[in-house]
């Protein structure tokens, strides 16, 4: 039996709001831990 893959995605909306939380040193520990784990799951962007 194969392992079942996570095919969830996050969205381009979302992954934008989270690399802003990352980079505004206001944020807290776990709003960044939050927003890691949403960009981890993003879509790369495609090359040319």
């Not at 909306?13 to 939050?34: E, I, N, P, W």
């Given at each position: 039996?194969?392992?079942?893959r996570n095919t969830k995605q996050?969205s381009r909306a979302v992954a934008?709001?989270?690399?802003?939380?990352?980079?505004?040193?206001?944020?807290?520990?776990?709003?960044?831990?939050?927003?890691?784990?949403?960009?981890?799951?993003?879509?790369?962007?495609?090359?040319?």
């Amino acid at each position: 039996m194969s392992k079942a893959r996570n095919t969830k995605q996050t969205s381009r909306a979302v992954a934008k709001q989270a690399s802003a939380v990352l980079r505004d040193g206001r944020s807290s520990a776990r709003s960044k831990s939050v927003a890691a784990s949403a960009l981890a799951q993003a879509r790369p962007k495609r090359r040319k």
